[in-house]
């Protein structure tokens, strides 16, 4: 149990455009997702707090304009990166926690690599 | 602001040892201690949690925890170079409802044949 997917596991784009990653719980209703960042060689940074059904909580210096979260289900979160620079190219990861199931721990998902050019 | 540090590491071993990670944080009020493994280039995957004092094992994984000190420790027994991979410690926030995880930046192990 505790599968996460994401998709795109990849993508590139141009700069100024949107993109949109979605990410699910394959095998569980999660009752919060989160979504993190990671530059090479950094640690993962969160960037925003996501419950189903209500408006994420971006952490401090995360532009909630820039990176638009929705979580209109159990299973289902979306980042879109909107108007994406090259500055935005990293490894954007989900993680998702049932508290009913699994108390605080949070499974993650695979990842998806954006580069923008 | 909440930090958790971590001895980035390389931490070189030969296989077989044990290899010994550790990290401090700087939340008196945290609970809740995870060690994840992170292959290059791939997302981290949960080892173990810890909430109490002391130790807990699982398989040829012990955690250790003393929240006196705000130290948490990762043993590994028998260590195998698949073993070879960052490892990253996160601390729960304290407050009510938070579940929100604060990272180290990871010690890099690499297992040796």
């Known amino acids: 149990g505790a599968v996460v997917s994401q998709h795109p596991s990849w993508v590139i784009c141009k700069s100024g455009t949107s993109v949109k990653i979605e990410c699910r719980s394959l095998?569980?209703?999660?009752?919060?997702m989160f979504w993190y960042r990671q530059f090479p060689k950094q640690s993962l940074m969160l960037m925003a707090t996501?419950?189903?059904?209500?408006?994420?909580?971006?952490e401090q210096g995360v532009e909630k304009d820039k990176f638009l979260i929705n979580h209109a289900s159990l299973t289902l979160s979306t980042l879109t990166v909107t108007s994406a620079h090259p500055e935005d190219s990293s490894f954007y990861i989900c993680s998702a926690t049932s508290v009913l199931l699994f108390g605080e721990t949070q499974y993650f998902g695979p990842g998806t690599r954006l580069l923008v050019l | 602001q909440k930090e958790v540090e971590q001895n980035s590491g390389p931490l070189s071993v030969p296989e077989g040892a044990i290899a010994s990670l550790n990290c401090t944080y700087s939340?008196?009020?945290?609970?809740?201690f995870f060690w994840y493994r992170q292959y290059s280039g791939k997302s981290p995957e949960l080892i173990m949690s810890i909430y109490s004092n002391g130790d807990k094992e699982d398989g040829r994984f012990t955690a250790q925890l003393n929240k006196a000190s705000q130290y948490v420790s990762l043993l590994i027994r028998d260590s195998q170079p698949s073993d070879s991979a960052t490892y990253l410690c996160a601390v729960m926030g304290s407050g009510a409802g938070s579940y929100q995880l604060t990272f180290g930046k990871g010690t890099k192990l690499s297992v040796i044949p």
């Open positions: 095998d569980f209703q999660a009752t919060t």
């Open positions: 996501s419950n189903e059904g209500s408006k994420a909580t971006y």
């Open positions: 939340d008196r009020g945290s609970q809740s």
